[in-house]
């Protein structure tokens, strides 16, 4: 069983910064496909980034130009950076797994965090 613990969320300005983390337990992450989602009060989990086993990447229209995704193998870790914050960013932030070569931005995941808060004020 994949244990995955999401840190890093917090309060934040607009136009701010906040790198978040994912640390995996139980296996090692790196043949899985991985990536962040998100989800506001009262709206859908949706997918923000997502990184596959070779490190192709997909992300959100939403997100691009602003969050990198990145993995660190060696330290079963999975991080995102998320620059130029604005407040439709707000949501409970997950990490989630999946295996298989398929590595898609739909919530179709079997592994999943508790996640963590991130807050954007204008």
């Known amino acids: 069983q994949v244990q995955l613990v999401e840190s890093g969320g917090g309060s934040v300005q607009a136009d701010g910064s906040l790198r978040l983390s994912c640390a995996a337990y139980g296996y090692s992450l790196s043949i899985y496909c991985l990536g962040w989602f998100r989800q506001a009060p009262g709206k859908e989990r949706e997918g923000v980034a997502t990184?596959?086993?070779?490190?192709?990447?997909r992300y959100a229209d939403s997100v691009k130009g602003r969050f990198t995704i990145s993995r660190d193998n060696a330290k079963n870790t999975l991080y995102l950076q998320m620059n130029s914050l604005k407040p439709d960013d707000t949501g409970m932030y997950y990490c989630?797994?999946?295996?298989?070569?398929?590595?898609?931005?739909?919530?179709?995941?079997?592994?999943w965090g508790q996640g963590t808060q991130v807050t954007v004020s204008s």
């Open positions: 989630a797994a999946r295996g298989g070569g398929y590595c898609p931005l739909s919530t179709s995941f079997p592994y």
């Open positions: 990184i596959n086993y070779d490190g192709n990447t």
